[in-house]
């Protein structure tokens, strides 16, 4: 079985690409191929995810700080539809890693704040969150996924800065990946 499990949300398909890639980049560093193949939330129900002890989530954020659903706009059911599964779950044991794509430029004010509303319930629910971001290389005026002065996971902006996505990734999973595959 694979040791890493990795959910995404997405409406118009960057998340999942972003997914692929980071798949993609786990099982070139390990010939056992600890990660799944990536899978949509709206395609998953409650056990599949709690199969794993190692999680990758990831969501873009639409809007307002919203999460995918149909309450941002949005045709398919997303995370804000999958959440309220986890209020009476308790995930202590285990290991979360989030990653979201934002728009620093036309989201100045809420940046990358889906990221939170995952990071928020998961933590309630006992999990531990790893793998923060540093805020540095970003403009943006206030985020609610920044916590002591980093972001609560990775942070993407695909508009204006998919150029530092490989990068990114690659600095994220030197420092998640020693903890997962522990």
Known sequence: MHKIGIFFGTESGTTRL??????????????????????????VELD???????????????????????????????W????PQLK??????????LYGLGDQESYPDRFVDGMMRLHKPL????????GGCAVEGFEFNHSKSVVDGRFVGLVL????QHLLTEQRIDSWLDEILPLMLT
């Open 18 to 43: 972003i997914a692929k890639k980071i798949a993609r980049k786990i099982n070139s560093r390990y010939e056992d191929q600890p990660a799944a193949k990536p899978i949509n939330i709206n395609r």
């Open 48 to 78: 599949q995810l709690l199969a794993y002890d190692k999680l990758i989530l990831g969501t873009p954020t639409y809007g307002e700080g919203k999460l995918p659903g149909k309450a941002a706009g949005n045709e398919e059911i997303s």
């Open 80 to 83: 804000e539809e999958f959440l």
């Open 88 to 97: 009476s779950i308790d995930l202590t044991g285990k290991q979360i890693a």
């Open 123 to 130: 933590q309630d629910a006992g999990a531990e969150l790893i």
């Open 157 to 160: 902006d695909q508009h204006l």
